[in-house]
Structures are given as C-alpha cells and as structure tokens.
C-alpha cells in the first residue's frame, strides 16, 4: 500500500475510515485533521506523524493495533456492539488521575472532554486514537486546552463556553472576574456574541490571567489612587498568580513589597504600601525568568557559580528591550532575601525564583550525593584537605583509564622519537608510525602494544591526580565571584604542570626504557621494571627532569585554559556541559597543548632512552637540542608529533570526562569552587516527563504530564475535590 504523506489533504469519510486497511496507516503517519473526521470536531490541523513527534517530543507514535487491546481492556461501557470509554473509565482507571474517592466528577469531564471530539460523553477507539495523536504534537497543551473549552464540537470558542470553564477554574472560586469587562468585548464583540477560532484563543488565553490581576489589583485599590496594602498584595499573588510563585517566592511576598522588616524599600513600597507600577513590574518579572535565566546563562559562559553585581546584570540586560530597569531591581531584592547583605545573583538565586510551569531543573542519579558543610563560611583547613584528597582520588582513577585507553599510541610515538636517522646500518627500523604499529603487533604480539603498561598505570594514577588537584586548586585561589582571569588560568595549569613531574620523570624513564626494550637485537636477558630500576639507581629515575619541566609546564599551561574556554564554547543553552562536550573540549585542547611542546618531548625522551653502542650521548637539555639539531636537522623536533596529538589528545579527552563525570556521580559537596561546568544539571520540560506504566503507549506516555502543564503553564487549576455545603 503506498503511504500518504501528512502534508496531504485525506478526505475519507468517517465509515470509510472505519473499515478501510488504510484507517492504521492514516492514524499513525497523516496528521489528524478534521477533514479526516467529517463527523468529528476538527483538531485544528494538529499534525502530528511519527517523525514530528519523535523530533518535537521525543515520543514516537502508538500503533493503533496495540491501542485496541488496551482500548477494550479499560472501556466500560457498550452501544450498539461498540465499545466506549467512559470519562472515569479515561481519566480515573486509564490515565490514574482523581483516583481519590471524594474526586470532583466536573473536574474528570471535562479533562475527559479533550478526548471525546463529538462531545457526546463517551469516547470511541476512533477518538482515543486520535487524541493520542494529538499529544504528539508540539502545541499539545494549547490543543488539549481548546478541547476543553470547545464544548459544543464547533471548532470555535464561544465567550460563554469560555466564561464556563473559567468559572470553574480554583482562581476563580478565590478571585472573581467581571465577564462584561472591555477585555472580554475586545476578544467577543460588545454583544459577546462573537466566537473565536484556536489560534485567537491561545492568545486569549495567554492575556487572560494579566487581565484577572489588573481586575484584582482595582478590586483592592478601593480609593482608585493606584496602590494597595502588602496583604492585599500578598492576596492576589497567592490566588490569581498562585501558579507563577515558587515556595521561595510564596513565603516572601510580604517581605519583598515592603511589608516586612527586610531593611530594603523600594520607593514604590514604602510602609507596606504597594504601587501598580510596582504590581506590574513584580508580576512580568516572574513570566520573563526563563529570558532573565538565559542572560545569565550567556554572560556565565558555562560558570554557574558566578555571581553577579546589579551592574553587570543591568549592562547584560541592554539587548533585551523586554527586561526593565525595575524588574532588575526587584529580581535582586528577592536574591538578597536569600542571602541577606550580600547584592549579588547567583543560578540559585534564580532557581529559587523561577516558577515550575514548564522548565524545571534535575540533577543527574549519583551514586554518592553528600555536602560536606552547609555554607562555604564553615570550611576550614581540614575540610580544604579532604577536598583535595577527594579530587586526588577521582583525579588517580580517570588518569588510570586515560592512560590505558592510549597506551598502544604512546608505545609507538615512544619509539619513532627514538628512531636514529643516521648512517647506522639497519638504524631505520619503521617507515613511519602505522608501520611501527604493524611490526609491534607481527613480531611481539597484541600484548607488545602494552609493554611497560603497569608502571604507567601506577605512575600515572598519581600524576594526572596531582595536576588535576593542583590545578583546581589554584583555579580556586585565583577565582572571585565566580571569574578568573585568564592569567591565572595560565599559572594554575602551569603548576599543575610543575607539581607532576615529581611523580611523572621516574615513570617516563621506566615506562621507556621498557617500551624499547623490545628493539634491542639480541637481548640475552628479560627486561623489567625492576631490572630498569636497579640499573638507574634513586638519582637515575630523574634523570632528563629539566625536559620534563620544559615539557609539562608549557604543555599545562596551554591545556586547561584551552580546555576551559572550549567548555564554555560548547556549552548548552542552561551552560552545562554534556559527556560528549567534556570529550570534544578535552580532544580539542589537546591538540595545539601536545603539538607544541614536541621539541620538549623528543628531548626527554633522548635523554632518557638507553643508548645504543655507537649513538650520540647527551650531556643536559642544551647539549642534546644543539647535537639533535647538527646531526638531524629541524625537522628531528617534530619527530611524533602526529603520534603525540594523537595520544595526547584522546587521553586527556578520556581523562577530563572520566574526572568531572566522577565528580557528577559520586557529588560531595564540600563548599568550595567545583570545575566549570562539571555539575550537571539538565532542563527539562514536564512534557517530556513521561509515564512508565505499560498501558501508556506513545502519545499517552505524555496524557498525564500535559494535564499538569496545562495547570502550571496558563494557571487553570481546575478543582480536585467536590466542595462540601
């Protein structure tokens, strides 16, 4: 059968649909109109195929063959040999929703409404179908919203279909609002004898509750002079804009209109008096937090531990003509609420005031989720060092995986940079590294890509630990309110740099001295770590120390600042760094960080590796850069260079994610700087919140959750329970 696109116009009938093999197909790949369904209330061009709900809303399509059983299984009710679905039938045993005995029967019909299109109390299979296509879609809320009030099935909302529903919102029972005001006349006609069609009512619905709040504000303002009391503030906040308020918020109304002994008046709120202006401004502030999220968000570039002053908010703001000087000035009065004395704004701040309609932030499982001090006030020394010895732990365990993810690349970089290119003959042992790859693996075996593994293991847990530690360490010294300025970036990677190579030259030395082991031609005697050890003595282990400070140094000082703006550039919208972008940030530093100090590397590595009989001995750093320059020319430098990014570069990546994933999933929070970017925090919409119950397939994973956002998004709450006289 050839599949219809979506874009096409259907025009079956509705007893065609029935029968035809066609009807399973339509359901799960044309968008569900009306024109579909003569016989139904259209669904407003809701279209909704599988590929515009996998990319919408992460839910693909239900098969309807699966949603029949599930149908017949929960529908109660039979007419003529068919099955229907009551409203507690849907919404009550299907969905789990008002599952309580004293449950408001108006409530669960019109929620159940949404789903019968033919407004004829009952829901068909037909229906059921159709409405779970369209919670796929991506206006959803506003789509189900117009079921509701569309109460007739005439495609189109009348003012007293409106004014019905309205009134049976809880807003309503707390506040009243006057139907015959010019806000109604404007949307229905002086005589209300207009109706309006579903993009008209989403917009009705949008300014409707700012017209309650006008309403209520005038209801107060007794003497007509344009203020009211805090408690009348107070009032209207909690029943017309209850939905805006979070619990922060909520409990802090009296505080933040000046009723309260806060120590901050505005001039609009003095002696608990309240202004319209003031009224105004409060309310449009808490339905522009998302935007005052995402200044925020853009000038944090990744650190939500930064904190900002007013002015520095204020000159982010200049863009965005919709945020007012006053909405600023209120949004950092609530802040100081939470922290008082100090005038700054933080992403808690902003959390604490950001109402839970539609976004909503969630931390990621962990497996340990401790805090260690409940203010940053309270650390001390000792808690200082259990931070470090936290971070050294987690720093140990990611460099362990690092290394033994690249360790074969090392191995072959070791040994082109050892390679000779002299008169020696049989001195050219490998055309390059993929043929060094080769002959490691035909005559040593896939276990010779490892050679010198352990040491590197054991060594390496502590080196990256110590870098990794001291360069959080001193990001932190170096870090106020939340910045750092890139010379400090520079001089906390460089001494992390520095403070490894205690622990990294003993390792190289061995790790190399067995990584050639395998090249010396007729090796009487078994080389291992312990042979290496007694052989170079205590002072041997250092030897080349100065090219391993020439190298690691440089190499740091470049790499965390590379790897902390690369963070920052590849950052989401909410500033926070997936795994794939800690990888991406970590690979990209790595490249011009180990390009670079090459020179430094093929250095070290002459100095530390075993001369052979007849080789050019070095005597110190300078020595060997003059003979590696006569004898080999410049280009001896750059000898690796490819190997070195290649295992630099993808080790690092491995590391850096293995670190901060660790600091996501085993979290203790000690009060201090965390690394930018290394808590995750994912936003997410309550759509997107799905069911798991296995009845809930498709579309309906969502039902439930597009209910609550209807309440939380546009303020209808309707009733839970009946009313008792």
Request: proline share 4%; charged share 25%; hydrophobic share 40%.
């Amino acid at each position: 059968m050839a599949e219809q696109s979506a874009q096409q116009n259907v025009q079956l009938s509705f007893e065609h649909l029935l029968t035809s093999q066609k009807r399973s197909e339509l359901l799960k790949n044309v968008g569900i109109e009306r024109s579909i369904f003569p016989d139904f209330a259209p669904f407003r061009s809701a279209k909704c195929n599988a590929e515009t709900a996998i990319s919408q809303r992460g839910i693909p399509r239900a098969n309807p063959d699966h949603l029949r059983p599930i149908f017949e299984r929960f529908a109660s009710k039979t007419v003529d040999g068919k099955k229907l679905m009551t409203s507690e039938d849907f919404i009550r045993k299907y969905l789990g929703l008002y599952t309580e005995e004293n449950y408001n029967r108006e409530t669960v019909r019109l929620l159940a409404s949404a789903a019968d299109t033919t407004k004829d109390g009952d829901i068909s299979f037909e229906e059921f179908c159709a409405f779970e296509a369209l919670l796929c879609s991506p206006d959803a809320l506003y789509l189900t919203s117009f079921e509701l009030f569309d109460r007739n099935a005439s495609d189109s909302i009348s003012c007293d279909e409106f004014e019905a529903i309205i009134r049976h919102t809880q807003p309503l029972h707390d506040q009243d609002f006057d139907f015959n005001s010019d806000f109604i006349k404007r949307y229905f006609g002086a005589d209300k004898k207009r109706t309006i069609g579903y993009h008209a009512f989403c917009q009705l619905l949008h300014d409707f509750y700012e017209e309650q709040g006008i309403q209520a504000f005038k209801k107060y303002d007794k003497k007509g002079n344009g203020t009211i009391s805090s408690l009348d503030f107070q009032q209207i906040m909690t029943t017309v804009k209850g939905h805006l308020l979070t619990p922060f918020v909520r409990n802090n109304l009296i505080a933040v209109s000046g009723g309260g002994a806060s120590g901050h008046k505005f001039s609009d709120t003095r002696s608990g008096i309240v202004t319209f202006p003031y009224y105004a401004a409060f309310n449009s502030l808490l339905a522009k937090m998302e935007l005052i999220k995402r200044v925020y968000v853009s000038q944090a570039r990744g650190n939500l531990d930064l904190e900002m002053t007013k002015e520095d908010f204020l000159h982010a703001t200049q863009s965005y003509a919709q945020i007012t000087p006053y909405e600023v000035e209120i949004l950092f009065h609530l802040s100081e609420l939470a922290h008082p004395g100090k005038k700054t704004l933080s992403l808690k701040d902003i959390e604490q005031i950001d109402p839970e309609r539609l976004k909503r932030v969630s931390q990621m499982d962990r497996i340990i989720n401790i805090k260690a001090v409940h203010h940053k006030d309270e650390r001390g020394a000792g808690i200082a060092f259990l931070e470090s010895a936290y971070r050294f732990a987690l720093g140990s365990v990611a460099g362990a995986c690092g290394a033994t993810a690249v360790y074969p690349i090392d191995l072959v970089k070791t040994r082109m940079q050892n390679q000779r290119t002299g008169s020696f003959v049989g001195e050219v042992m490998y055309k390059n590294s993929l043929d060094c790859f080769k002959k490691v693996v035909k005559f040593e075996g896939l276990l010779g890509l490892y050679r010198g593994l352990l040491p590197q293991i054991v060594g390496v847990a502590p080196e990256k630990a110590i870098k990794l530690t001291m360069n959080d360490y001193m990001r932190d010294k170096f870090t106020s309110d939340g910045k750092i300025p890139l010379y400090g970036e520079i001089i906390a990677g460089a001494t992390g740099g520095m403070c490894q190579v205690v622990f990294t030259n003993p390792l190289e030395i061995v790790k190399i001295r067995l990584q050639t082991a395998g090249e010396v031609q007729g090796a009487g005697k078994k080389i291992g770590v312990f042979t290496v050890l007694k052989e170079l003595g205590f002072l041997g282990l250092y030897k080349g120390s100065r090219a391993c400070f020439l190298r690691d140094i440089p190499f740091s000082a470049i790499y965390f600042p590379a790897y902390a703006h690369a963070k920052l550039a590849t950052a989401d919208a909410d500033g926070i760094n997936s795994p794939g972008s800690l990888f991406c940030s970590a690979f990209i530093a790595g490249v011009p960080a180990a390009g670079l100090v090459t020179p430094a590397d093929v250095i070290k590595t002459r100095l530390q590796v075993a001369a052979k009989a007849g080789q050019t001995t070095y005597n110190g750093v300078i020595d060997c850069a003059r003979k590696l320059l006569k004898e080999e020319g410049a280009a001896a430098f750059w000898k690796g260079t490819a190997a070195r990014v290649c295992r630099s570069s993808p080790q690092f990546a491995v590391t850096l994610l293995t670190y901060e994933v660790l600091q996501r999933v085993l979290y203790i929070d000690f009060a201090g700087s965390r690394p930018t970017g290394s808590e995750l925090a994912t936003t997410k919409t309550i759509q997107d919140e799905s069911s798991t119950n296995p009845d809930h397939v498709g579309g309906y994973k969502l039902a439930a959750a597009t209910f609550t956002g209807i309440e939380h998004k546009f303020g209808l709450f309707l009733p839970r329970f009946e009313t008792t006289k």
